[in-house]
Each structure stands twice: as C-alpha cells, then as structure tokens.
C-alpha cells in the first residue's frame, strides 16, 4: 500500500514534512515510476502540488508552491518526501500522494494509478 504521513496542525510560517512509504506489492513500483503529491481542500478539486521522475533529477511544482515546498525520493527506502516550508492557512488540504503510470511525473491526475490515503494538513493563521 502507499501510505502518507506527516501531517498536523501548524502555524502560518511554520514547516512539515510528509512522507509517502510504500509498502508490499507498491515497493517496487514507487522505486521505478514518477510519483506525485496532490492535495484536497473542502469543497475544491484535487489539485496537484508537486511530482519527482523516478531518479528525483526531474521535479515539477505548482505556481502556488514553488519556492516553498520540496519533493525529493529515497529509493533506497521507498519513500518520497514533501518539505512545505514558510506553510499558509491555503495550504490547508487532506494531501495525497500517488505513483505514476510511468517513470516521469506529471501535473495530470489521470496519469497517476496508484493513491495512498491523504493526510491532514492544517495552518492556522
């Protein structure tokens, strides 16, 4: 399975770190895909935050987190991090991760075939 922690209650200005672990039959698919993070707040679409290519050399970010927020991958470990720095109450969404259909990662949902269960993040002004 693919699970995401990390999440919590923090203050405007603050920093979290998720991770994304998988586990079982998803081992080897998370080391050799891109994978993404997305997040969800109420009453909104998912939305896509950030994605690694399978080597992490490839990273695109969204125009809302760019220069704050950094995905990086231990393959070693089968983990794929989220470093939110300098977080704002709209960063507050249930953030997903998810494992692409192939090894470069994408900004479009329907590229992803594989989601954890989100976890909670929320910044309080």
């Known amino acids: 399975q693919l699970q995401a922690s990390g999440g919590g209650l923090v203050q405007a200005g603050d920093s979290l770190r998720l991770s994304c672990a998988a586990s079982?039959?998803?081992?080897?698919?998370?080391?050799?895909?891109?994978v993404g993070w997305f997040r969800q707040a109420p009453g909104t679409e998912r939305e896509f935050v950030a994605s690694?290519?399978?080597?992490?050399?490839?990273?695109t970010y969204a125009d809302s987190v760019k220069g704050r927020f950094t995905i990086s991958r231990d393959n070693a470990k089968n983990i794929v991090y989220l470093q939110m720095d300098s977080l704002k109450p709209e960063d507050t969404a249930v953030y997903y991760c998810?494992?692409?259909?192939?090894?470069?990662?994408?900004?479009?949902?329907?590229?992803?075939?594989?989601w954890g269960q989100g976890t909670q993040v929320t910044v309080s002004s």
């Open positions: 998810a494992v692409a259909r192939h090894a470069i990662g994408s900004s479009r949902r329907q590229d992803y075939n594989y």
């Open positions: 079982g039959r998803f081992i080897r698919t998370i080391s050799n895909n891109g």
């Open positions: 690694t290519s399978w080597r992490g050399d490839r990273t």
